[in-house]
């Protein structure tokens, strides 16, 4: 019997091939819903932790940093554990938390980046002032990091002819977003220095990698205010 089913089914494939192609592509769609339904399950079913030391360790053991420079130094196994204990208690579950990142040559912090990605926040990457607060005004974002200074970003050429007291784009994008929701902008540059003040606005300042993630976490656990949503 078996094998006169088996010939039945060719002779209908013969007899019918636009009926036997419906039915393949009929399969592969039930076939990649199937996988795509099982997918999007699990996305929904993950949020931003809880993240664990080991993993935390693991993944900073795989990125590229440089051990002696400050913005990318190696962390310690007890800043590793402090930092993953305020990631947990700022991000609390939610699956929602969105970082702006300014930079006009974003490879620099390529690894940083992959960090915070790889911890479950949403990256969006800007290469310019005007890029930033056009993806600003979209989203609500919980942190806005920027290098200080961006040569050749128009919006700084033209601070700095009106005579700006701080006319980097870091202290742009920071104005920006202060006057709507607050400091939430992070200043992460190599050229940093505490004998230089703070531009307004700014959360923190800093060219230490250790610093950024801890302010980072700040910002994460502290509420979007409802006029910036």
């Known amino acids: 019997m078996a094998v006169q089913r088996s010939s039945a089914w060719g002779e209908w494939a013969r007899a019918s091939p636009h009926l036997m192609l419906l039915a393949l592509i009929l399969v592969g769609v039930l076939v990649y819903h199937a996988g795509l339904g099982q997918l999007i399950t699990r996305v929904t079913k993950v949020g931003i932790g809880p993240f664990s030391v ?13 051990p002696e420079a400050p913005t990318t130094k190696r962390l310690t196994s ?32 390529r690894e940083v980046v992959d960090l915070l990605e790889t911890m479950g926040f949403h990256i969006y990457v800007s290469r310019s002032y005007a890029d930033g607060i056009a993806r600003f005004e979209e989203r609500p974002f919980s942190v806005v990091i920027s290098d200080y200074s961006e040569d050749k970003d128009p919006a700084q050429i033209a601070a700095m002819s009106s005579g700006k007291s701080y006319p980097g784009v870091g202290p742009l994008i920071a104005e920006y977003v202060g006057k709507r929701c607050g400091p939430r902008t992070i200043i992460f540059t190599s050229g ?28 994460i656990g502290k509420p979007i205010a409802p006029e910036c949503r």
């Open 78 to 109: 007890d800043q590793v554990a402090h930092l993953t204990k305020r990631f947990n208690e700022a991000a609390g579950g939610n699956p929602k938390v969105n970082i702006l990142w300014v930079d006009d040559n974003p490879l620099n912090n």
């Open 54 to 66: 080991e993993a935390v360790e693991q993944k900073l053991s795989s990125l590229r940093l440089d």
């Open 192 to 219: 940093w220095s505490d004998s230089v003040s703070t531009p307004p606005y700014v959360f923190r300042e800093t060219n230490n990698f250790y610093d950024l993630l801890d302010a980072a976490a700040d910002l």
